[in-house]
């Protein structure tokens, strides 16, 4: 397998000419930042993001009745399998407080969000923009191999974030295992210090 290389063919975690396609932690709090500032749609949309690592459709297929306000959970229907599979993933608090606000007033079966792929692409896009983050990393798909990453430095078992991300296979979600991280950068640090 090569560096960053998914063994199923999925997106590597770096482009041809060697770009991360993931945002780090600096870019991750930036990013926050920027979106508290924005509508609370698109505040919430981005932490969403941010906090799940879901996809840009399972976002916009969240409904009200599956926000799990008791157990502090999203529940999503991973759209990337052809049957009908559902993922409970936990966010923050205020995250859940923010999104049944939204949900306030909807049916039950009614998306949070009435956009479009595009116009949830366009308000991250401008998120990150504000943010200062450019280049390959600057997308939804940044945001989502970000939590990868973010769950393969905080030691997160592989099982939970294959589970979290929906992932099919466990060798999809080993990807994040290989990318360099605070662990790694601490063996590097024992190595400088020996000379």
């Known amino acids: 397998m090569s560096y960053g290389a998914a063994p199923d063919g999925m997106a590597a975690l770096f482009d041809r000419e060697g770009g991360r396609k993931y945002v780090c932690g600096a870019e991750w709090g930036r990013f926050l930042a920027v979106a ?6 698109s505040d919430a949309f981005c932490r969403l993001l941010a906090y799940t690592g879901c996809r840009l459709s399972e976002a916009l297929s969240l409904t009200p009745e599956r926000l799990d306000s008791e157990t502090g959970r ?16 936990p966010v923050p608090p205020e995250l859940m407080k923010a999104l049944r606000a939204l949900a306030h007033g909807k049916a039950p079966d009614a998306p949070l969000w009435s956009w479009c792929r595009q116009t ?6 401008s998120v990150m923009d504000a943010a200062g983050i450019t280049g390959p990393q600057a997308s939804p798909k940044g945001l989502r191999h970000g939590f990868g990453i973010a769950n393969a430095e905080q030691n997160v ?11 099919a296979r466990l060798e999809t979600t080993a990807i994040y295992q290989h990318a360099i991280g605070r662990e790694e950068r601490a063996f590097a640090k024992r190595l400088w210090r020996r000379h």
């Open 157 to 167: 078992p592989a099982a939970l974030t294959q589970r979290w991300m929906g992932h």
């Open 36 to 41: 508290r500032r924005r509508d609370a749609a």
């Open 74 to 89: 999203v529940i999503f229907r991973t759209l990337k399998r052809r049957r009908r599979v559902f993922r409970a993933v």
């Open 120 to 125: 949830g692409w366009r308000r991250v896009k």
